[in-house]
Nanobody
Framework: QVQLVESGGGSVQAGGSLRLSCVAS????????MGWFRQAPGKEREEVAF????????YYADSVKGRFTISQDNAKNTLYLQMNSLKPEDTAMYYC?????????????????????WGQGTQVTVSS
């Protein structure tokens, strides 16, 4: 049984930083297709950052490029999202997600339906 558990959310002022963690159980990060989504109240779930852990390939949404960094620690089976220069518009519930399989490359489809496993989310609030 796959479980993803996020942590690290909180409240920060604009310009601040947070690091989100996603601990995976029943799912090996050494060869994984995983990523982060976020959802603000009244809005659709939004793609944030993704990685194919075996090859190190990454994808970032334009809105976070240059400010967020996705990484993993295979020994801890943990995925991270380092968020710097946070803005009020980054306020959302952040979700870790993982694919159970992928064809044609991990990062060719980063829409939510492509991900089979989801965490419960961790709230990030950025005040101006």
């Amino acid at each position: 049984q796959v479980q993803l558990v996020e942590s690290g959310g909180g409240s920060v002022q604009a310009g601040g930083s947070l690091r989100l963690s996603c601990v995976a159980s029943g799912y090996a990060l050494s060869t994984a297709c995983m990523g982060w989504f976020r959802q603000a109240p009244g809005k659709e779930r939004e793609e944030v950052a993704f990685t194919y852990t075996r090859g190190g390939s990454t994808y970032y949404a334009d809105s976070v490029k240059g400010r967020f960094t996705i990484s993993q620690d295979n020994a801890k089976n943990t995925l991270y999202l380092q968020m710097n220069s946070l803005k009020p518009e980054d306020t959302a519930m952040y979700y870790c997600a993982a694919k159970s399989f992928w064809y044609g490359g991990c990062l060719t489809d980063t829409a939510p339906p492509a991900f089979a496993y989801w965490g419960q989310g961790t709230q990030v609030t950025v005040s101006s």
